[in-house]
Nanobody, 127 residues
Framework: QVQLVESGGGSVLAGGSLTLSCAASGYTYSDICMGWFRQAPGKQREGVAT???????TYAEFVKGRFTISKDNAKNTLYLQINSLKPEDTGMYYC?????????????????????WGQGTQVTVSL
């Protein structure tokens, strides 16, 4: 059973930065696609960024240039660096994983294809 534990969220002022972490454990898959999704208050959860097993990233159009996804394979930890935070970035950020080598589909419709989810970490951005 894959376990995902997010950390690093918090309350920041607009323009600030955060680095979210997702520690993964309990899996033996040779290929695993991992990613970050977020859910703003009153909105549906949406894909933010994913990383294929070979390290290829995919980003949602709305975060390009501000968000960077990375992974430390030795630590089994996925990261999301968020710069120039905006109030509209406020929401719960979830880590997700699925035992497959690559995303393979549009990030906008990928949510239901991820099998494992963390509990989320809250990001709140204020002016």
């Amino acid at each position: 059973q894959v376990q995902l534990v997010e950390s690093g969220g918090g309350s920041v002022l607009a323009g600030g930065s955060l680095t979210l972490s997702c520690a993964a454990s309990g899996y033996t898959y040779s290929d695993i696609c991992m990613g970050w999704f977020r859910q703003a208050p009153g909105k549906q959860r949406e894909g933010v960024a994913t990383m294929d097993s070979d390290g290829t990233p995919t980003y949602a159009e709305f975060v390009k240039g501000r968000f960077t996804i990375s992974k430390d394979n030795a630590k089994n930890t996925l990261y999301l660096q968020i710069n120039s935070l905006k109030p509209e970035d406020t929401g719960m950020y979830y880590c997700a994983a699925d035992p497959r080598p690559r995303l393979g589909i549009d990030l906008g419709i990928a949510e239901m294809t991820f099998r494992y989810w963390g509990q989320g970490t809250q990001v709140t951005v204020s002016l």
